[in-house]
């Protein structure tokens, strides 16, 4: 199973940007469409972005839609999450998962330990 490891969070102001970083160790790490989802306290864990194993096709929430992209590199084995035009509605814990590129956290296989963005006002 693949072993996944976010980075790149921390605290910047409203308007700025951050990239988020997932690195993947394992069998056939670079094979896996990947996810990445969010949560903040006291609210459920929810999607934020998905691109299949190859790269070639994502999915966006509505509210990151434009401002966030996701990618991956050329070895597939990283996944990045670049955020700009950051709010503080972004600040939450940010997890990366890998086994599908869908909304439903339900059908992904492995999850990181999360990284925190906190965006101030």
């Known amino acids: 199973q693949v072993q996944l490891v976010e980075s790149g969070g921390g605290l910047v102001q409203a308007g700025e940007s951050l990239r988020l970083s997932c690195a993947a160790s394992?069998?056939?790490?670079?094979?896996?469409?990947m996810g990445w989802f969010r949560q903040a306290p006291g609210k459920d864990r929810e999607f934020v972005a998905g691109?299949?194993?190859?790269?070639?096709?994502?999915k966006y929430a509505d509210s990151v839609k434009g401002r966030f992209i996701i990618s991956k590199d050329s070895a597939k084995i990283t996944t990045f999450l670049q955020m700009n035009s950051l709010k503080p509605d972004d600040t939450a814990v940010y997890f990366c998962?890998?086994?599908?590129?869908?909304?439903?956290?339900?059908?992904?296989?492995?999850w990181g330990q999360g990284t925190q963005v906190t965006v101030s006002s």
């Open positions: 691109l299949t194993w190859d790269g070639s096709s994502t």
């Open positions: 998962a890998a086994g599908s590129y869908r909304d439903n956290p339900r059908v992904y296989v492995s």
């Open positions: 394992g069998r056939a790490a670079s094979a896996y469409a």
